[in-house]
């Protein structure tokens, strides 16, 4: 039988620095991408990288097609796609 699991939240003051961070921006731009039907799953998770690895703090991000690949555990050629993808929909690049 599994036992039951239980997370342990920290009050703020008791978090070690760094240890702690939002997980996302209240951003209602990237609660409509995510829930937009016509996007796939990648083009999906290939935005939240842009958005979390390198356009959180900044207004612009540039990563190589190969950079966002490794990130996102997908191929070059893959990432492409989805690039293409999202800005087909509307979500510029």
Do not use: Y
Not at 1 to 7: F, G
Not at 34 to 44: D, H, M, Q, V
Not at 65 to 87: F, K, M, N, P, Y
Request: with cysteine; hydrophobic share 45%; net charge positive.
């Amino acid at each position: 039988m599994n036992a039951p699991t239980t997370r342990r939240v920290l009050p703020a003051a008791a978090t070690p620095a760094g240890a702690w961070a939002p997980a996302f921006p209240k951003d209602e731009g990237l609660n409509r991408l995510l829930a937009e039907p016509g996007l796939g799953s990648t083009a999906k998770a290939i935005a939240v990288a842009l958005v979390k690895h390198w356009a959180w703090k900044r207004d612009a991000c540039w990563p190589s097609d190969a950079t966002i690949a490794a990130r996102v555990g997908r191929s070059v050629g893959h990432v492409q796609r989805c690039l293409r993808q999202l800005e087909q929909a509307g979500w510029g690049r």
